[in-house]
Protein backbone atom coordinates (compact mmCIF):
# COMPACT_ATOMS: atom_id res chain seq x y z
CA UNK A 1 0.00 0.00 0.00
CA UNK A 2 1.55 3.43 -0.78
CA UNK A 3 1.48 6.11 1.56
CA UNK A 4 -0.76 8.24 -0.81
CA UNK A 5 -3.67 5.86 0.27
CA UNK A 6 -5.99 6.38 3.34
CA UNK A 7 -4.80 4.32 6.00
CA UNK A 8 -7.29 3.43 9.36
CA UNK A 9 -4.99 5.04 12.39
CA UNK A 10 -5.65 4.12 15.59
CA UNK A 11 -4.57 5.76 18.60
CA UNK A 12 -5.28 5.60 22.29
CA UNK A 13 -5.07 8.62 24.48
CA UNK A 14 -5.26 11.47 21.74
CA UNK A 15 -7.51 14.12 23.36
CA UNK A 16 -4.43 15.25 25.28
CA UNK A 17 -0.38 15.63 24.96
CA UNK A 18 1.68 13.25 22.75
CA UNK A 19 -1.34 11.75 21.38
CA UNK A 20 -3.37 14.46 20.57
CA UNK A 21 0.07 15.16 18.15
CA UNK A 22 0.23 12.36 17.00
CA UNK A 23 -3.42 12.43 15.72
CA UNK A 24 -2.86 15.68 14.28
CA UNK A 25 0.12 14.52 12.64
CA UNK A 26 -0.89 11.42 11.11
CA UNK A 27 -4.60 13.34 10.00
CA UNK A 28 -2.13 15.77 8.38
CA UNK A 29 -1.03 12.88 6.27
CA UNK A 30 -4.42 12.24 4.94
CA UNK A 31 -5.07 8.98 7.15
CA UNK A 32 -7.83 8.84 8.91
CA UNK A 33 -7.55 8.44 12.55
CA UNK A 34 -9.88 7.40 15.42
CA UNK A 35 -9.15 8.35 18.49
CA UNK A 36 -9.94 7.05 22.20
CA UNK A 37 -9.48 8.30 26.00
CA UNK A 38 -11.69 7.85 29.35
CA UNK A 39 -13.47 11.25 28.92
CA UNK A 40 -16.02 10.98 26.02
CA UNK A 41 -17.28 14.83 26.28
CA UNK A 42 -13.02 15.26 25.43
CA UNK A 43 -13.04 12.51 22.87
CA UNK A 44 -16.12 14.07 21.16
CA UNK A 45 -14.70 17.72 21.32
CA UNK A 46 -11.56 16.83 19.96
CA UNK A 47 -13.18 15.08 17.23
CA UNK A 48 -14.97 17.63 16.41
CA UNK A 49 -11.28 20.28 16.51
CA UNK A 50 -9.78 17.61 14.38
CA UNK A 51 -13.03 17.57 11.84
CA UNK A 52 -12.81 21.60 11.77
CA UNK A 53 -9.34 21.29 10.91
CA UNK A 54 -10.25 19.55 7.85
CA UNK A 55 -9.34 15.89 8.83
CA UNK A 56 -11.19 12.79 8.45
CA UNK A 57 -11.35 11.41 12.37
CA UNK A 58 -13.54 9.52 14.71
CA UNK A 59 -13.39 8.01 18.12
CA UNK A 60 -14.88 6.54 21.13
CA UNK A 61 -14.53 6.10 25.01
CA UNK A 62 -12.65 4.20 25.74
CA UNK A 63 -10.59 2.65 29.17
CA UNK A 64 -7.50 0.52 27.90
CA UNK A 65 -7.38 -1.00 31.38
CA UNK A 66 -11.03 -2.88 29.85
CA UNK A 67 -10.88 -6.01 27.22
CA UNK A 68 -14.75 -4.81 26.64
CA UNK A 69 -13.84 -1.10 25.89
CA UNK A 70 -10.46 -2.42 24.09
CA UNK A 71 -13.12 -4.83 21.73
CA UNK A 72 -15.94 -2.09 21.22
CA UNK A 73 -13.79 0.61 20.45
CA UNK A 74 -11.73 -1.31 17.93
CA UNK A 75 -15.08 -2.93 16.24
CA UNK A 76 -16.19 0.76 16.35
CA UNK A 77 -13.54 1.88 14.36
CA UNK A 78 -13.52 -0.85 12.06
CA UNK A 79 -17.57 -0.28 11.26
CA UNK A 80 -16.50 3.54 10.56
CA UNK A 81 -13.65 3.40 8.44
CA UNK A 82 -12.67 -0.20 7.71
CA UNK A 83 -9.69 -2.34 8.94
CA UNK A 84 -6.62 -1.17 10.98
CA UNK A 85 -3.22 0.10 9.06
CA UNK A 86 -1.47 1.38 12.06
CA UNK A 87 -2.02 1.46 15.70
CA UNK A 88 -0.59 3.92 18.16
CA UNK A 89 -0.64 2.50 21.63
CA UNK A 90 -0.22 5.62 23.61
CA UNK A 91 -2.34 5.94 26.71
CA UNK A 92 -0.52 5.92 29.75
CA UNK A 93 -0.36 7.10 32.76
CA UNK A 94 2.26 8.29 35.86
CA UNK A 95 2.59 6.98 39.44
CA UNK A 96 5.23 5.71 42.03
CA UNK A 97 6.35 7.12 45.55
CA UNK A 98 8.88 5.27 48.29
CA UNK A 99 8.24 1.38 46.25
CA UNK A 100 8.24 0.21 50.39
CA UNK A 101 4.86 2.48 50.76
CA UNK A 102 2.86 1.33 47.25
CA UNK A 103 -0.23 0.18 47.77
CA UNK A 104 -1.47 -3.40 45.38
CA UNK A 105 -3.81 -0.75 43.85
CA UNK A 106 -1.16 1.66 42.14
CA UNK A 107 0.86 -0.86 41.11
CA UNK A 108 -1.71 -2.60 39.95
CA UNK A 109 -3.29 0.24 37.84
CA UNK A 110 0.08 1.57 36.46
CA UNK A 111 0.72 -1.98 35.19
CA UNK A 112 -3.02 -2.31 33.81
CA UNK A 113 -2.88 1.31 32.12
CA UNK A 114 0.85 1.21 30.65
CA UNK A 115 1.50 -2.36 29.94
CA UNK A 116 -1.33 -4.86 29.91
CA UNK A 117 -3.20 -2.44 27.75
CA UNK A 118 -0.37 -2.13 25.38
CA UNK A 119 -0.97 -6.44 24.49
CA UNK A 120 -4.80 -6.12 25.29
CA UNK A 121 -4.89 -3.31 22.45
CA UNK A 122 -2.52 -4.91 20.51
CA UNK A 123 -4.18 -8.19 20.01
CA UNK A 124 -7.40 -6.92 19.53
CA UNK A 125 -6.02 -4.96 16.71
CA UNK A 126 -4.55 -7.96 15.13
CA UNK A 127 -7.81 -10.09 15.00
CA UNK A 128 -10.94 -8.27 14.92
CA UNK A 129 -8.84 -4.87 13.70
CA UNK A 130 -7.67 -6.84 10.65
CA UNK A 131 -4.51 -6.18 10.74
CA UNK A 132 -2.89 -9.99 11.15
CA UNK A 133 -4.37 -10.39 7.44
CA UNK A 134 -2.30 -7.87 6.22
CA UNK A 135 0.72 -7.43 4.58
CA UNK A 136 1.73 -3.88 5.65
CA UNK A 137 1.45 -2.41 9.15
CA UNK A 138 2.57 -0.41 11.88
CA UNK A 139 2.48 -0.87 15.58
CA UNK A 140 3.79 1.81 17.40
CA UNK A 141 4.14 1.91 21.55
CA UNK A 142 5.01 5.21 23.11
CA UNK A 143 6.98 3.66 26.60
CA UNK A 144 9.71 5.85 27.66
CA UNK A 145 13.32 6.79 28.56
CA UNK A 146 11.85 5.42 31.64
CA UNK A 147 11.62 1.97 29.71
CA UNK A 148 15.53 1.52 29.65
CA UNK A 149 16.51 2.80 32.49
CA UNK A 150 15.29 2.79 36.32
CA UNK A 151 13.26 6.21 38.09
CA UNK A 152 14.01 6.78 41.12
CA UNK A 153 10.61 6.96 42.75
CA UNK A 154 8.82 5.77 39.73
CA UNK A 155 9.65 1.59 40.07
CA UNK A 156 5.89 1.11 38.55
CA UNK A 157 5.91 3.08 36.13
CA UNK A 158 9.58 2.16 34.98
CA UNK A 159 8.48 -1.30 35.45
CA UNK A 160 5.76 -0.97 32.87
CA UNK A 161 7.68 0.95 30.15
CA UNK A 162 10.52 -1.60 30.35
CA UNK A 163 7.56 -3.84 29.98
CA UNK A 164 6.30 -2.51 26.70
CA UNK A 165 9.96 -2.49 25.29
CA UNK A 166 10.25 -5.91 25.73
CA UNK A 167 6.93 -6.76 24.14
CA UNK A 168 7.57 -4.54 21.09
CA UNK A 169 11.12 -6.20 20.73
CA UNK A 170 9.37 -9.73 20.89
CA UNK A 171 6.42 -9.00 18.88
CA UNK A 172 8.69 -7.24 16.25
CA UNK A 173 10.75 -10.21 15.95
CA UNK A 174 7.21 -12.08 15.68
CA UNK A 175 5.91 -10.05 13.25
CA UNK A 176 8.52 -9.29 11.00
CA UNK A 177 8.12 -11.65 8.07
CA UNK A 178 4.65 -10.40 7.66
CA UNK A 179 5.61 -6.70 6.92
CA UNK A 180 4.01 -5.43 10.60
CA UNK A 181 6.63 -3.82 11.90
CA UNK A 182 6.67 -3.33 15.70
CA UNK A 183 8.45 -0.31 16.85
CA UNK A 184 8.75 1.50 20.39
CA UNK A 185 9.02 5.30 20.91
CA UNK A 186 10.98 6.60 24.23
CA UNK A 187 9.98 10.07 25.14
CA UNK A 188 12.62 11.45 28.19
CA UNK A 189 10.49 14.98 29.40
CA UNK A 190 8.00 16.43 27.56
CA UNK A 191 5.71 18.78 28.01
CA UNK A 192 2.06 18.03 28.47
CA UNK A 193 -0.44 17.81 31.06
CA UNK A 194 1.78 14.49 32.41
CA UNK A 195 4.69 16.33 32.82
CA UNK A 196 2.91 18.90 34.82
CA UNK A 197 1.83 16.54 36.99
CA UNK A 198 4.98 14.70 37.42
CA UNK A 199 6.79 17.71 38.67
CA UNK A 200 3.77 18.40 41.35
CA UNK A 201 4.48 14.89 42.52
CA UNK A 202 8.07 15.16 43.12
CA UNK A 203 7.73 18.70 44.39
CA UNK A 204 5.44 17.15 47.26
CA UNK A 205 8.11 14.23 47.28
CA UNK A 206 10.92 16.31 48.03
CA UNK A 207 9.31 19.07 49.57
CA UNK A 208 9.55 21.51 47.24
CA UNK A 209 8.49 24.05 44.46
CA UNK A 210 7.55 22.77 41.17
CA UNK A 211 9.66 25.19 39.57
CA UNK A 212 12.56 23.92 41.98
CA UNK A 213 11.91 20.71 40.48
CA UNK A 214 11.15 22.55 36.81
CA UNK A 215 15.06 23.93 36.81
CA UNK A 216 16.25 20.44 38.52
CA UNK A 217 14.89 18.33 35.21
CA UNK A 218 16.03 20.57 32.49
CA UNK A 219 19.34 20.94 33.92
CA UNK A 220 19.70 16.62 33.23
CA UNK A 221 18.38 17.21 30.15
CA UNK A 222 22.04 17.79 27.63
CA UNK A 223 19.57 19.90 25.13
CA UNK A 224 18.21 21.86 28.37
CA UNK A 225 14.68 21.48 27.69
CA UNK A 226 12.00 19.62 27.77
CA UNK A 227 11.17 17.89 24.09
CA UNK A 228 7.51 18.67 22.43
CA UNK A 229 4.70 16.50 21.95
CA UNK A 230 5.28 17.35 18.21
CA UNK A 231 8.70 16.37 18.50
CA UNK A 232 7.75 12.53 19.40
CA UNK A 233 4.97 12.86 16.93
CA UNK A 234 7.43 13.35 14.28
CA UNK A 235 9.40 10.18 15.15
CA UNK A 236 5.69 7.88 14.98
CA UNK A 237 5.11 9.76 11.74
CA UNK A 238 8.45 8.60 10.35
CA UNK A 239 8.09 4.81 11.85
CA UNK A 240 4.45 5.02 10.26
CA UNK A 241 6.10 5.74 6.98
CA UNK A 242 6.43 3.40 3.82
CA UNK A 243 10.15 4.64 4.63
CA UNK A 244 10.48 3.04 7.69
CA UNK A 245 9.51 -0.55 6.86
CA UNK A 246 12.84 -2.01 7.92
CA UNK A 247 13.07 -0.63 11.28
CA UNK A 248 11.58 -3.25 13.69
CA UNK A 249 11.66 -4.05 17.38
CA UNK A 250 13.16 -1.19 17.96
CA UNK A 251 13.16 1.50 21.26
CA UNK A 252 14.58 5.24 20.25
CA UNK A 253 14.28 7.90 21.92
CA UNK A 254 13.12 11.74 21.93
CA UNK A 255 14.80 13.16 24.84
CA UNK A 256 17.04 15.92 23.85
CA UNK A 257 19.89 13.73 24.94
CA UNK A 258 19.08 12.66 28.43
CA UNK A 259 19.23 8.97 27.19
CA UNK A 260 22.30 7.81 25.54
CA UNK A 261 21.42 4.08 25.53
N1 LIG B 1 4.98 13.65 29.14
C1 LIG B 1 6.12 13.01 29.33
O1 LIG B 1 7.09 13.59 29.84
C2 LIG B 1 6.25 11.56 28.92
C3 LIG B 1 7.53 11.00 28.95
C4 LIG B 1 7.69 9.68 28.60
C5 LIG B 1 6.60 8.93 28.20
N2 LIG B 1 5.37 9.49 28.18
C6 LIG B 1 4.25 8.63 27.77
O2 LIG B 1 3.54 9.23 26.71
C7 LIG B 1 2.18 8.83 26.77
C8 LIG B 1 1.28 10.06 26.72
O3 LIG B 1 1.61 10.91 27.78
P1 LIG B 1 1.22 12.46 27.84
O4 LIG B 1 2.31 13.12 28.56
O5 LIG B 1 0.80 12.92 26.50
O6 LIG B 1 -0.04 12.36 28.85
P2 LIG B 1 -1.39 13.23 29.02
O7 LIG B 1 -1.23 14.60 28.45
O8 LIG B 1 -1.75 13.05 30.46
O9 LIG B 1 -2.44 12.43 28.12
C9 LIG B 1 -2.80 11.11 28.45
C10 LIG B 1 -3.90 10.66 27.53
O10 LIG B 1 -4.19 9.29 27.81
C11 LIG B 1 -5.58 9.17 28.18
N3 LIG B 1 -5.69 8.08 29.15
C12 LIG B 1 -5.18 8.02 30.40
N4 LIG B 1 -5.56 6.87 30.98
C13 LIG B 1 -6.31 6.19 30.07
C14 LIG B 1 -7.00 4.95 30.10
N5 LIG B 1 -6.98 4.15 31.18
N6 LIG B 1 -7.67 4.56 28.98
C15 LIG B 1 -7.68 5.35 27.88
N7 LIG B 1 -7.06 6.53 27.80
C16 LIG B 1 -6.38 6.95 28.90
C17 LIG B 1 -5.97 10.55 28.70
O11 LIG B 1 -7.37 10.82 28.61
P3 LIG B 1 -8.41 10.39 29.80
O12 LIG B 1 -7.80 10.87 31.08
O13 LIG B 1 -9.71 11.06 29.45
O14 LIG B 1 -8.51 8.90 29.74
C18 LIG B 1 -5.20 11.43 27.71
O15 LIG B 1 -5.86 11.49 26.47
C19 LIG B 1 2.02 7.99 28.05
O16 LIG B 1 2.09 6.61 27.75
C20 LIG B 1 3.23 8.41 28.87
O17 LIG B 1 3.63 7.42 29.79
C21 LIG B 1 5.15 10.79 28.54
Known amino acids: ?22 ARLLATRGHRVFIGARSAENVKSTVKQLREEGFEAGGAPLDVRSNDDVKA ?12 DILVNNAGRSGGGVTADISDELWQDVIDTNLNSVFRM ?9 LREK ?12 GKQGVVLGAPYSAS ?15 APTGITVNAVCPGYVETPMAQRVRAGYAAAYDTS ?19 PEEVAGLV ?9 SITAQAMNVCGGLGNF
Do not use: C, W
Not at 210 to 228: C, H, M, N, V, W
Not at 237 to 245: I, K, M, Q, R
Open 210 to 228: EDAILTKFQSKIPLGRYST
Open 73 to 84: FVQAAVDQFGTV
Open 161 to 175: KHGVVGFTKALGNEL
Open 122 to 130: TREVLTTGG
Open 1 to 22: MSQQEKQVALITGATSGIGLAV
Open 135 to 146: SRGRIINIASTA
Open 237 to 245: GYLASDTAA
